[in-house]
């Protein structure tokens, strides 16, 4: 295993990690997986109660999406996109547009590649429809939507965007509907309405020059498992709508039922102009993202002159592994009754998180579907690590976001290993009332 870490910090460069960092925490040498567990080369087990950032749902080396993946290798395992085509595509735009209501699907590699493909689409259908002076686009203040210089631009994470600013478009943040930033005595629904006169004022004013106002639905994961009132989006669709701006959903993470319903605009009502999908997409197995719009903006750039057309391309996309991947994970939703399966479930888990909730540290404690979050009041500013090292001596893999713990389990976790969850929280929260012996690192405001 010390030969697994020296190797890799001798040649691998984590993501969102600072190396050195790695001299103090060495990272997790992980041998294989099994449905919510992830076991070590040392032979310890580790419950992934954050789905390996977010991307697992239906556990490690399930045999149903191994068995899809296993038969497409033998068939086809790649051929390029563009003036070819293949039935795994077809069948997962087929399905994916009879579950959005969004009629054209196109394949990205990753969620930031999706994120870019819908703000140049966006740009380009006003454009194609001659009024290309709207090309600016407007985000969520703590959004996050990815970290290619485009993607980058409409997220609001300082630690990852100040030193990258020369860098970036300018666009603008409005007020996040995030319900903890409610005033005492104010429903998180009235703050949604509050934030979306916010929203009206700024696009009565500036949608001339606006492409795409672009969020996260209910829930702003990067920012600390932030989540609002479904009203927001309701509004924020309206709103859309009066002043002719396109709603781009970012579903990267909450797709594919982590909210509750299979994707988190449902629960608003309301179809986006454009919705962004990664992570679960593929039950996280394979790197797949794909951005579904309508048929009236496909309309747009359909037409004679090849420049109308939408002249973007990953060589990856819309791979046939992944697509089998990803056409067993909605078999799996289908036969499984997943969405039904989970409410119960995740009913049976919050009442297992009732001590959590009732602990004296624990603040702003909120749940939606397969996501449970709270913030820990009195944390030291190394708190995430000495929190996420605590969690790993009882076997459960959780990194906090700064000050704010958070659960979002594989759904195929089990009544026992929430117990753990929980006994892994509260060793956690008593562990870290003193954290002195740690130094203070702006590494704990990481994902
Ligand atoms: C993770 C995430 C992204 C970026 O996806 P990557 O695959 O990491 O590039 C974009 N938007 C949201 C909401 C995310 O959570």
């Known amino acids: 295993m010390d030969n697994l870490i020296s190797r890799t910090r001798a040649a691998v460069w ?104 819908a703000l140049k689409m966006s740009a380009h259908y006003w454009r194609n429809t001659g009024q290309a002076e709207k090309n600016g686009f407007i985000s969520l203040k703590n959004g996050y939507h990815g970290e290619t210089v485009g993607a980058l631009s409409v997220t609001d994470i300082p630690l990852f965007k100040s030193t990258y600013a020369p860098l970036l478009r300018r666009t603008v943040q409005v007020p996040t509907p995030d319900a903890r930033l409610a005033e005492p005595g104010e429903s998180a629904e009235a703050y949604a309405l509050r934030c979306a006169d916010a929203l009206e004022r700024h696009l009565a004013e500036h949608a001339a020059t606006i492409a795409a106002f672009i969020v996260e639905p209910l829930v702003q994961g990067a920012a600390g498992m932030a989540m609002y009132h479904p009203t927001y989006l309701t509004r924020a669709r309206e709103l859309c709508d009066r002043y002719q701006v396109h709603l781009i959903a970012d579903e990267i993470a909450v797709g594919f039922g982590r909210t509750g319903t299979m994707f988190a605009c449902e629960q608003a009502g309301i179809r986006p102009d454009f919705i962004c999908l990664s992570k679960g997409i593929t039950g996280g197995y394979l790197p797949l993202s794909a951005v579904l719009t309508t048929d009236a903006i496909y309309a747009a750039f359909y037409g004679d002159d090849t420049a109308r057309g939408f002249l973007h391309s990953h060589s990856y996309a819309g791979n046939p592994l992944a697509c089998r991947a990803a056409l067993a994970v909605l078999d799996i939703f289908e036969q499984d009754g997943i969405i039904a399966t989970n409410r119960n479930k995740a009913e049976g888990f919050t009442a297992l998180l009732e001590t959590v909730r009732n602990h004296p540290r624990v603040r702003h404690f909120r749940h939606l579907g397969m996501i449970w979050a709270f913030d820990v009041a009195g944390a030291h500013p190394c708190f995430a690590r000495r929190f996420a090292q605590s969690a790993l001596e009882q076997g459960v893999l959780l990194r906090p976001i700064g000050n704010t713990v958070y659960c979002m389990p594989p759904y195929v976790v089990g009544e026992d290993e929430m117990r753990r969850v929980v006994a892994a929280m509260l060793h956690g929260l008593s562990e870290t009332a003193d954290s002195s012996g740690y130094s203070v690192s702006d590494t704990d405001r990481l994902p």
Request: net charge negative; proline share 6%; glycine share 10%.
């Open 14 to 117: 984590l993501p969102c990690t600072q190396m050195k960092q790695l001299e103090a925490a060495p990272p997790l040498a992980i041998a294989r997986g099994e449905g919510p567990w992830l076991i070590g080369t040392d032979g310890r087990r580790y419950l992934d109660a954050i789905s390996s950032w977010w991307v697992n749902l239906f556990g490690h080396c399930n045999p149903r999406i191994n068995a899809a993946i296993t038969d497409q290798l033998g068939k086809i395992e790649h051929v390029m996109l563009a003036g070819a085509t293949h039935e795994p595509v077809v069948a997962l735009s087929e399905r994916l547009a009879a579950l959005t209501g969004l009629g054209h699907a196109f394949y990205g590699s990753d969620g930031a590649s999706a994120t870019e493909i």
